[in-house]
């Protein structure tokens, strides 16, 4: 079957299509023929890439050709509620295509990724926002810049923009805005203020955003639950101070906001619902982590304090030492310089049912930490190390070839994702990623998981169904495999009896 007629088969039977490439490579013939032969029921269409100008030209209503001069085309797509691209650039033409093209829409989610500069004609204006929501059924909107291959913003929005944006969106309730360099406190307060029923708030690369904005959140009726200020180096702890009104907030993503120190934790320590706090290179010290402990570390499923360079050894028995029942399952604490071994042994002592870690660029950590990691038991029914499902220990000075004989079968038994520095041995890492089948071992420095962005609403993680490499061992006997042999062979001769101290 042609590629194109799999498409239409499939959009006949799905009612939400994921396509992860870029579409314009796989469907370049009859790019809009085929489109209007999907499914009216498709309600939900992500795809991994689309240039702007084909997706004005798909949604644009065009005559009909030749035998038909007068007949309008069809709409197409026209019962799509949710719609997220990534684009090249976001346009006010693609903008208002989308807009006005699908009147059932609840859910945008825009992304661009500009290789050069962009031109007024492709790029996003105050005159594009005026555009958006204009049936009012929009619930969720989240306009993006990345900067992944450029550094670069929308440059030709502004206050106004947002003011005339947020006219049409009283009844938005999650609004995420990345790269909006020219919008000041005038314009986020009026989101604030307009947008009634708004619950989550995300900005990134907000340059011009300060305290102000949230100066008097608590005369709005907001019940915000999830916020994500990145790269807003204009905030300090008055922000936060003003922020904890919104007793209910689940998920704080203050990542790259240099200037929060000790006080923003004081009071992010009243926040009793809190399950998702990151930190990263913020200028918080051990004394501040201490106001986590008594409030909000039972509740935490999420912490990371990546880049803090402050922290030392006594976060983590601040943190952990004679707490009981945490839920916490996910900490990253990367690029801490003052982060030794004796502060993973804290942390394996603790128990926490921690599923994934995050400790790369530590100089400081070595073969002690896995070794405490890998005898680690979170209760007395399960294996040694059982709980980890990512273990990150890319670039770690004190890694040798003796901790590849802790990350072999049985420990680890439920690891999926390990980073490490494949400089060290590349045989042994290669014998590793063969004795251990399940298991993605990533050693050029690459993150583990999903894009930072995306990751605040779900986990690095896939869920994986198959039975975990305790089980299968267990089942398989006690005997060594042949792949065991082939890793002991890449070994070099170590003492493995070198003391957990």
Not at 238 to 251: D, K, Q, W
Not at 310 to 316: A, Y
Not at 460 to 466: A, I, V
């Amino acid at each position: 079957m042609p590629p194109d007629m799999r498409f239409i088969f499939f959009s006949i039977l799905l009612q939400a299509l994921n396509l992860m490439f870029d579409v314009s490579l796989f469907l370049r013939h009859n790019f809009t023929q085929v489109w209007a032969l999907a499914s009216n029921k498709l309600t939900s269409l992500e795809i991994g890439y689309i240039s702007s100008v084909m997706m004005t030209e798909l949604l644009s209503p065009n005559v009909v050709p030749h035998h038909c001069p007068n007949q309008i085309r069809p709409s197409i797509l026209p019962g799509i509620q949710k719609l997220s691209l990534s684009v090249d650039y976001i346009t006010d033409t693609m903008v208002g295509t989308i807009s006005k093209g699908l009147v059932l829409l609840t859910d945008l989610e825009l992304r661009d990724a500009p290789l050069i500069e962009p031109r007024i004609t492709f790029d996003l204006t105050n005159s594009g926002l005026q555009q958006i929501n204009q049936y009012g059924r929009l619930k969720h909107l989240s306009l993006v810049r990345s900067q992944v291959f450029l550094t670069t913003y929308f440059k030709r929005v502004n206050d106004l923009g947002i003011l005339l944006m947020a006219e049409k969106c009283a009844n938005v309730e999650s609004i995420c805005l990345g790269g909006f360099c020219r919008v000041t406190d005038t314009g986020f307060k009026t989101i604030l203020h307009s947008c009634s029923r708004l619950q989550k708030l995300k900005v990134s690369h907000g340059s011009q955003l300060t305290d102000l904005v949230f100066h008097d959140i608590a005369a709005t009726s907001l019940a915000l639950n999830h916020v994500s200020l990145r790269w807003c180096n204009l905030l300090t702890n008055h922000a936060i101070r003003s922020l904890v009104c919104n007793t209910g907030l689940e998920v704080l993503d203050l990542r790259k906001c240099k200037n929060l120190g000790d006080e923003a934790l004081r009071d992010i320590g009243s926040l009793s619902k809190l399950k998702m706090l990151k930190l990263d290179c913020s200028d918080i010290s051990d004394v501040g982590i201490a106001y986590l402990q008594p409030g909000i570390i039972g509740s935490l499923v999420s912490l990371s304090v990546r880049g803090c360079k402050k922290l030392t050894d006594e976060c983590i028995s601040v943190l952990f030492e004679g707490s009981s029942n945490l839920q916490l399952q996910e900490l990253d604490i990367s690029n801490l310089p003052n982060l030794s071994n004796n502060g993973v042994l804290t942390l394996a002592r603790s128990r926490v049912p921690i599923s994934e870690l995050r400790m790369r660029q530590c100089p400081l950590i070595g073969d002690t930490s896995v070794m405490a990691l890998a005898s680690m038991q979170v209760d007395d029914e399960r294996g040694h190390g059982s709980s980890l499902r990512l273990l990150d220990l890319y670039n770690c000075g004190g890694i040798t070839q003796l901790s590849y004989r802790w990350l072999k079968k049985p420990y680890f038994p439920r690891l999926r994702w390990l980073g490490v520095t494949g400089s060290v041995n590349r045989d042994i890492v290669d014998a590793l990623a063969m004795n251990r089948p399940f298991l993605h071992v990533a050693c050029r420095g690459e993150e583990l998981g999903t894009d930072h962005w995306n990751d605040v609403d779900g986990s690095y993680l896939h869920d994986y169904e198959e039975l975990d490499e305790l089980e299968l061992w267990l089942q398989g006997g006690e005997g060594e495999s042949d792949d065991d042999e082939e890793m002991e062979d890449a070994e070099p001769e170590v003492d493995a009896d070198v003391p957990m101290g």
